[in-house]
């Protein structure tokens, strides 16, 4: 099993930014791909970004490219979020997941944090 346990959210205002983090226990850290999912109300949850094990690649929707970058410390056991330029659109709540492979699909991935809310306003 794998525990993973989300921070940062908060309310900014459209164009600011916010860090999220994701802490892992339970099992090595590094043997897990990482993913960032988000869920806004009314809506399905989509892929935001995703980090191989050793951090050396990454992949991002196209809506958060060059403003989003996934991040790992695998010292630390924790997956980071830097979210620029926020709009309000960004807003939902946002989970990390582990999975073995880095993979866009909600159901790819074994574990799931509790969520952070995320609130842009214009």
């Known amino acids: 099993q794998v525990q993973l346990v989300e921070s940062g959210g908060g309310l900014v205002q459209a164009g600011g930014s916010l860090r999220l983090s994701c802490a892992a226990s339970?099992?090595?850290?590094?043997?897990?791909?990482m993913g960032w999912f988000r869920q806004a109300p009314g809506k399905e949850r989509e892929f935001v970004a995703a980090?191989?094990?050793?951090?050396?690649?990454?992949s991002y929707t196209d809506s958060v490219k060059g403003r989003f970058t996934i991040s790992r410390d695998n010292a630390k056991n924790t997956v980071y979020l830097q979210m620029n330029s926020l709009k309000p659109e960004d807003t939902a709540v946002y989970y990390c997941?582990?999975?073995?492979?880095?993979?866009?699909?909600?159901?790819?991935?074994?574990?799931w944090g509790q969520g952070t809310q995320v609130t842009v306003s214009s």
């Open positions: 997941a582990a999975n073995f492979m880095v993979a866009v699909k909600t159901t790819d991935y074994n574990y």
């Open positions: 339970g099992r090595t850290f590094s043997n897990y791909a």
């Open positions: 980090i191989t094990r050793s951090g050396g690649g990454t």
